[in-house]
């Protein structure tokens, strides 16, 4: 994995990750919204993108489209919280995200991206 674009908010949350991935050698952009992360998208290569649910505003499906649009075959890790139902942990998987719940680590988001890397090749 060569570097993670993190869409979260929460300042604290995406420095942690932020500072987190370059300690295992993982480029790191950063984003505070959605906006600024298609901005992001458009200019630098990711090889994952990691956003928060809280930062979707739009259906499951434009978000599917705004992403493969903007960048084409990288995966997206939805972040939800502990609380969050079964229910749109599902949703989210079934629109072709993966889910991770909070606080995400860099640990699994390597292992996420090994995963996500081997069923692309499949």
């Known amino acids: ?3 993670v674009l993190v869409i979260d908010q929460d300042r604290a949350t995406r420095e942690l990750l ?3 991935c370059l300690g295992h050698d993982v480029g790191v952009a950063l984003a505070e919204n959605l906006c600024e992360g298609v901005r992001m998208l458009l200019s630098v290569p990711v090889s994952l993108v990691v956003v928060d649910a809280a930062a979707l505003r739009l259906t499951l499906r434009e978000h599917v489209t705004l992403f493969e649009r903007v960048a ?3 995966p997206v890790v939805v972040s939800v919280a ?3 139902a079964l229910e749109q942990r599902v949703a989210f998987e079934l629109a072709g995200f993966r889910v991770l ?3 995400v680590t ?3 988001l390597l292992e996420k991206g090994a995963e996500l890397a081997g069923e692309a090749r499949a």
Request: proline letters at 11%.
């Open 1 to 3: 994995m060569n570097r």
């Open 18 to 20: 932020g500072l987190a």
């Open 82 to 84: 502990a609380e969050t």
């Open 101 to 103: 719940s909070k606080p």
């Open 72 to 74: 084409p075959g990288v």
């Open 106 to 108: 860099v640990e699994e």
